[in-house]
């Protein structure tokens, strides 16, 4: 009796644990990590003066999460797309699709589920809102079914997906986005996605080209230069932007000066973990990891929101 009922429980129980792994590798496969990189989605929230304001906060979070979800959907169809290339990346050969740890059914499912997610959501919520979120996913498909192959523009796409996030920060709470927050975050995109194509050029070596046909054309020296150029440019226009008029009057302050220090640390550092310790390929791990970047971002919060929300502000709330 008790052989027969050991010959039931076996199968149930190595279900449950196929279930639960399926349940991991989808997971995996969606990055929630990468979710961090969504937060820029609150951007608008925080520039235009809202962080009081109850509703914009509700809905930046529904863009947010949103946007989390048209990401997620990306991700997966990035990496169905380069399912084969993946199995010969030192890294990406461990991820969920190229590892066989989730089925390329239930990846495709799962892409479609959260991309139409993503699309009624945002167009029963804004309009407006609807119309960015599709410019990312047809700019992302494009990029992941033939686009990401052209040199340089292949980065270009994927900084404007950072630039997108952020005027559907400001979309979603009903503000206009500024030329400068567009022109910030585009420099220091462009920056970061030239620093993962130089750390993929490193770490592949000769297989470089094997794994993606472009990035043959590009060379750590042609990388290293336009880095200086997007590092610079990055740097600059975040100081215009400080002292801009429109600026100073929109936070009655010029004390946005003060947070350049921390801007110029976080590039310099950035430029750093690439040259000497060969990281940069997932910015989000970077963020995760380095501590010295993490508390340099966390005091560039603290200090932005203390200037724009200065002390007049809260005490007429």
């Not at 997906?161 to 952020?166: I, N």
């Not at 340099?296 to 709330?317: E, G, K, Q």
Request: aromatic share 10%; hydrophobic share 50%.
């Amino acid at each position: 009796m008790d052989e027969m009922t050991d010959s039931i429980h076996i199968p149930i129980e190595q279900r449950k644990r196929g279930v639960f792994e399926s349940l991991r590798a989808l997971i995996s496969a969606i990055r929630p990590r990468d979710w961090s990189k969504n937060l820029l989605v609150f951007s608008g929230l925080i520039f235009s003066q809202s962080l009081t304001n109850f509703e914009m906060i509700r809905s930046s979070i529904f863009g947010f999460a949103i946007f989390c979800a048209a990401s997620s959907g990306i991700y997966l169809l990035n990496d169905l797309c380069d399912i084969d290339a993946d199995r010969r990346h030192p890294v990406k050969s461990k991820r969920s699709l190229a590892s066989g740890a989730l089925s390329v059914t239930a990846g495709f499912t799962c892409m479609i589920a959260l991309i139409a997610i993503s699309l009624t959501a945002s167009y029963l919520y804004n309009r407006s809102f609807f119309l960015v979120i599709v410019a990312y996913l047809l700019i992302c498909t494009a990029y992941s079914l033939k686009l990401k192959e052209v040199v340089i523009l292949d980065v270009i796409l994927v900084s404007i997906g950072f630039v997108l996030r952020a005027i559907a920060g400001t979309v979603v709470i009903g503000v206009s986005a500024s030329e400068w927050l567009v022109l910030c975050t585009g420099m220091v995109a462009l920056l970061i996605g030239f620093g993962k194509r130089r750390h993929e050029l490193v770490l592949l070596n000769t297989d470089a080209k094997v794994h993606r046909k472009n990035l043959g054309e590009y060379s750590v020296a042609f990388l290293d230069s336009i880095m200086i150029i997007c590092a610079s440019a990055a740097l600059i226009t975040y100081a215009l932007y400080t002292r801009a008029d429109s600026t100073v009057e929109r936070f009655s302050s010029q004390n946005l000066l003060l947070t350049i220090p921390f801007v110029v640390f976080g590039v310099f550092r950035y430029l750093l973990l690439i040259h000497t310790r060969r990281l940069g390929g997932d910015p989000v791990q970077l963020l995760f990891q380095d501590r010295p970047s993490q508390i340099n971002l966390s005091l560039w919060v603290f200090s932005v929101i203390l200037i724009i929300y200065d002390a007049t502000h809260w005490r007429l709330l």
